[in-house]
DNA sequence: GATGAATGAGCGTTCATTCAT
DNA sequence: AATGAATGAACGCTCATTCAT
């Protein structure tokens, strides 16, 4: 390994240093309050060095969401290529990867969704954003494709592809917002992800085509 | 009425002054952009004023909130104390309380989803802060009592009815939250309602219980 | 007098205060070393307030100017109205003018001479932009004008007057930041007016038409 | 040649190299916005290497006059030393130095005159400072000896010589000065170099002794 | 009660300078 | 000697909040 490679990887080393430390320190403070000071003394390093990785602060904090959305469209990319899953198995592989990012990192979920939520996307590198467009767009593309199959399939509901993607995307972080909030609000810990798999359970039933069977007619049948 | 009573009336009614100009400003500033002098350039006072009715900004902010919660849980009060409503018309019901919301206020509904999932409720007074738990508990209590009567009638799935509550706001919340950012991801315009339609049709149909009839075949066996 | 007028009289005191200051302290540290809170202390009063009464610190120091530059011009102008001056009497108002222009406030004019020798004019605001290059621009073709008129009679040399303006003005601003630094150069203090004196008699002298009698009298005196 | 001379030698050379590259950039970019970066990239060097080669910004800026300054006292020593000279040839000299100076580097001394005119003389060390010193007072009392000979051969007027020497510089760094703010101020391009003809003529003009003969008829009447 | 000028702590950011390699 | 990442003091500026009028 010649030095080169060693000052790219030391460099590297450094941005992710800088990236676990506004992680905490986001953790910790929320957001808003968060100060590069803040993030410079946790990362044990001068508010300076902070600017040779990153551009501003926007930057910093948009930063953040690149991997958790890499991590997703990879994750949705493979569910949507597996062969030989039935309907009810693709729901649960989608499932499956949101809920995985949620344990990877919920916080890094929740700045996500903050982030797509709120006016952070102001001072940003033109590239940097582009990047986030793409990577979020491609997600919900994906998404939107499993349930395009699935349509087509005749094993889900025929309703555009794209608003069946967004409903369940919604839910999914409405819910890990909400999560952030519960503290204040003071609902039982770890409610979260309970609550996420009721979520998807019911998402499942729903988009699935045919009239339920709870309805009366068979009921009737019953008391004829 | 008292001398006493006209000033409290007067008091209210710059209170409602205030809020009013708030909203103009957030609305055409963005939340984060707007300053306290802007919202007294758009009222017509001074900053000075505004703390002779707001504690502070953040009480402002949280403030806006307020009534629309209040509206909510007095639609929400309302679908549950309704007689003779099958389940469906129950659910549809909630839905257009939803929706109505959305449609009164669309921004205020993002301010209050932003407050509910960031961070503003901080510098806030005690009793404000108790104010908007105790409405948005109120709610969600309501929603959930109406999941609860339906779980009990056998027309809902037996799931936590809380549970069921919090998914049903969290993919209304998170789907108006999306609303915000959609500009920057180019989904068409006004996508925000229809996707609201099918949302709720969706929920609607995955919280009835039953086998959902979605391999039509055998089930028909079933029945014949 | 009414309120409203004793507000803006305050108000124009406030400017008067701060710019007060300012000169005093660029006098005493030199323009580019003062600091805002520098002249904040100095007029006792808080950074925050000069951003009140002043855009940006660029805006400040180049308000210090426009005084000044609005004296110029009015003093020129009086000079090219005044009739029946002869020649030399005009070129002695406007030496009056120039001189009375250093004796009010040599430090102004040092700031006047940097303003144009230099950069500061950048974060500006384009009206007040528009105003310096104004008034500049303004008593350049005033002096102009006073030298075309005295080569139309016959009593100035015969070059483009716009030059002959730039010639004098130079001459008068490359003495005054001269005078500057000499404390660097150790020359004798008030070494400024006394050479003023000279570069306008040298320049008077200089830019009378006729072959001066200096030398070739007498040699012509010598073939006839 | 001896290895510690190649190493002064190659010291030197590195010095001149770091000078060009400053030029370039203070040409480009203009002096204030330069950062020592800035040099360092078009010098390709690291920052670190110019703190070898010169204490500080400060020192490095200085440096750029030095040779200006040593031209200019060898060109003006040359004007002085050369015999049979007339008056006028001699101020022609002179001036023909000046636009030299001018002409191979316009910017350099446009840097010479902000440099004496302003506030940069503070970090430097003080060997450095009293080279500038002797050599800007040199330049000037060679000027001032130039004048003291033509004042004693009556071929120029008596007045205090240094401060001659002082006005024709004046008026010559003046009218750099105002070249780099003449965009600003609109006039035609390529106003400088005739204007300094024009200033040097007018000071050649003024500076000879005898009453110019500006006023024709009565002083032919005085010598008929 | 209403004002709005004044405050000043605190922000994001820059950049001359240092120093371990 | 050369490097360039790291430093951190210092800057201009903002704005929620206060308080004399």
Redesign the pocket.
């Known amino acids: 390994m010649g030095i080169q490679t060693r000052?790219i990887r030391?460099?590297e080393r450094?941005r992710q240093q800088i990236i676990a430390a506004s992680k905490r320190v986001f953790t910790s403070k929320g957001v808003s309050?968060?100060?590069?000071?803040?993030i410079?003394d946790e990362a044990?390093?001068?508010?300076?060095?902070?600017?040779?990785?990153f551009k501003?602060?926007?930057e910093l904090y948009a930063s953040l969401s690149i991997r958790m959305l890499k991590h997703l469209q990879l994750s949705l990319q493979r569910v949507k290529e597996t062969k030989d899953l039935s309907d009810d198995q693709r729901i649960d592989s989608v499932k499956k990867a949101l809920l995985e990012l949620y344990e990877i990192d919920p916080l890094m979920l929740i700045n996500l969704s903050h982030l797509q939520a709120s006016e952070t996307l102001d001072?940003i590198s033109p590239e940097l954003y582009e990047q986030i467009l793409d990577l979020s767009r491609r997600s919900l593309q994906t998404l939107s494709e499993i349930f395009a199959k699935g349509i087509e399939l005749g094993s889900f509901l025929k309703r555009n592809p794209m608003q069946l993607a967004l409903v369940l995307w919604a839910m999914f972080s409405g819910l890990v917002l909400w999560e952030e909030s519960k503290r204040s609000l003071d609902t039982r810990k770890d409610f979260l992800k309970p609550t996420l798999e009721i979520a998807f359970e019911i998402f499942g039933r729903g988009v699935k085509p045919g009239e339920p069977v709870s309805t009366p007619a068979p009921v009737r049948a019953h008391f004829s």
């Open positions: 000052q030391d460099r450094r309050r968060t100060t590069i000071k803040d410079a044990e390093l001068s508010p300076g060095t902070l600017y040779i990785y501003n602060k926007d001072n």
